[in-house]
């Protein structure tokens, strides 16, 4: 079973500062990673698919990076919208499918 | 638009069994593109996949559920179905239907909260 490791657990930032989050998989997925953003009462929204491109209407702001064991989640300038629960998943030996623990971004 | 729409029971007792459909609209749920999931998340928690279907009616179950879960497909009606057998608290979760694109779930229902308690 591949597990992720999201880091870190909470981000504290605030609007307009860029937020760096990570995903490191315990063994290599490739390419086969997604983000997810995930905000109180709603479903997870998906941001990044196979590591580094952008769903259909998500923001330039969101890039994302990486390949085999370590990935990388970029919001250039943080929005206020931008604060959230967000997750990684892998797919690689799927199925199954894991996803990470998540991180929370937090207004500072 | 596609939409997901899960529907079931939001109370289920201990040991019985949870039942779960989710309705696809604005799409077919026969297409070969897609598959289509089962998600679920305890309260304050992370996301735990449960399972995926084609609309073939092959199945692919997470192992630590494997015994418990069965997944099913109805293309008539555009919808599938959970069913999560011996239940107990542990398993209070939003659980969440959502359709599976190759590497990752693109859409995803609201989903709906089950607790487990007599």
């Known amino acids: 079973e591949i597990v992720l490791t999201q880091s870190p657990a909470t981000l504290s930032l605030s609007p307009g500062e860029r937020a760096t989050l990570s995903c490191r998989a315990s063994q290599s997925v490739s390419s086969y990673l997604a983000w997810y953003q995930q905000k109180p009462g709603q479903a997870p929204r998906l941001l990044m698919y196979d590591a580094s491109n952008r769903a259909t209407g998500i923001p330039a702001r969101f890039s994302g990076s990486g390949s085999g064991t370590d990935f990388t989640l970029t919001i250039s300038s943080l929005e206020p919208e931008d604060f959230a629960v967000y997750y990684c998943?892998?797919?690689?030996?799927?199925?199954?499918?894991?996803f990470g623990q998540g991180t929370k971004l937090e207004i500072k | 638009q596609l939409q997901l729409q899960e529907s079931g029971p939001g109370l289920v007792k201990p040991s019985e069994t949870l039942s779960l459909t989710c309705t696809v609209s604005g799409g077919s749920i026969s297409s070969s593109t897609y598959y289509w999931g089962w998600i679920r998340q305890p309260p304050g928690k992370g996301l735990e996949w449960i399972g995926t279907?084609?609309?073939?009616?092959?199945?692919y179950y997470n192992p630590s559920l494997k015994s418990r879960v069965t997944m099913s497909i109805d293309t008539s009606k555009n919808q599938f179905s959970l069913k999560l057998s011996s239940v107990t608290a542990a398993d209070t979760a939003v659980y969440s239907c959502?359709?599976?694109?190759?590497?990752?779930?693109?859409?995803w229902g609201q989903g709906t909260l089950v607790t487990v308690s007599s």
């Open positions: 998943q892998q797919r690689s030996n799927w199925p199954p499918c894991s």
């Open positions: 279907i084609y609309y073939s009616g092959s199945t």
């Open positions: 959502a359709r599976w694109l190759q590497s990752y779930f693109d859409y």
